[in-house]
């Protein structure tokens, strides 16, 4: 139901240990921690809220602002490659296609008044459905928002907390993640999904680092 994560330190590639501890056995709800490693160091410290999902959620209220996107065959697939050549590995995993107003690597820089927003849609490039798990991967394997205002490279993240609403159906998932504040080299990220049903399943929070081409040097 819901993963508050902290990155402590990039990974090497190679191989890692998970070790696990179950913090508290409830009725409705368990938690768990999982600590990444790697040479005796913490990576990734994760803490979970585990209990069943619905199938179906039903919504008593529900603000979240509606997502219009056109159709996948109007949006443009977002390649696994980064402008000058950088690959990104978990892009070959998933189709991505993207609103073609949020486009954040495209020839043509973004307007000057364009938000710090990217919508989309995404789902396996092998075919296979969604699931509870995935969403937790669905909700950070997307472009950063501040592309769209001028931010440079990647932008890695300190700590994401994500919650899983319902199992989600099978089918295109939508995607909107927008920047909220930008300060002192800091951004905070909200992320929303929907599946086919046009059910929310996922959200997410992060906070994250990330410069501009007037603060690099």
Sequence with gaps: MAAAVTFL????VGPARIRTELLRRGRSASQVRAVLTQSDQDLVDAVFVLADLPASPVPRYDATPRLSLPEPEHCVRLPPLLPGG???GFMEMTELRLDPTTIPFSESPPAADAPAEIR???????GRPPDALSLLFTVDAIPPPT???????WVPTLQMSTYVRARPAP?????????NVVADGVVDETCVVWDARGHVVAQS???????FTDESG
């Design 171 to 179: 089918g295109w998932l939508q995607i909107r993640i927008s920047a």
């Design 147 to 153: 592309h769209m205002i001028g931010s440079l490279g």
């Design 205 to 211: 929070t992060q906070l994250a680092r990330l410069r």
């Design 86 to 88: 950088t690959h990104v």
């Design 120 to 126: 989309g849609w995404s789902r396996f490039d092998d």
């Design 9 to 12: 330190r990039p990974p090497t």
